[in-house]
Nanobody, 119 residues
């Protein structure tokens, strides 16, 4: 059974930090592209960060570049999102995503974790 379980969300003040975690199981972690998405009220889900597995760097949305850092623990099948200098516009539900392209494409989502940044 595939599972992606996010944790670490909460209510913080402007300028503070949070670290989100995503624990995965039930699929081959190393074969999937891992990403973080977010969805704010009334808005579409947007891509926040995608981990490039070859060199373990990540691509970021312009809105979070320089503030967020995505990383992984391959041995534990976990990904993380370190969020610094949080802004009210970062308020959203954050989702962990695992996908694999090709003839046996797979696309998995977690249940999300709420991040609220108060001014």
């Amino acid at each position: 059974q595939v599972q992606l379980v996010e944790s670490g969300g909460g209510l913080v003040q402007v300028g503070e930090s949070l670290r989100l975690s995503c624990a995965t199981s039930g699929f081959t972690f190393s074969n999937h592209i891992m990403s973080w998405y977010r969805q704010a009220p009334g808005k579409e889900r947007e891509l926040v960060a995608t981990l490039i597995t070859i060199d373990r760097t990540a691509n970021y949305a312009d809105s979070v570049k320089g503030r967020f850092i995505m990383s992984r623990d391959k041995a534990k099948g976990m990904v993380f999102l370190q969020m610094n200098s949080l802004k009210p516009e970062d308020t959203a539900i954050y989702y962990c995503n695992a996908r694999r392209a090709g003839p046996n494409a797979e696309n998995y989502w977690g249940q999300g974790t709420q991040v609220t940044v108060s001014s």
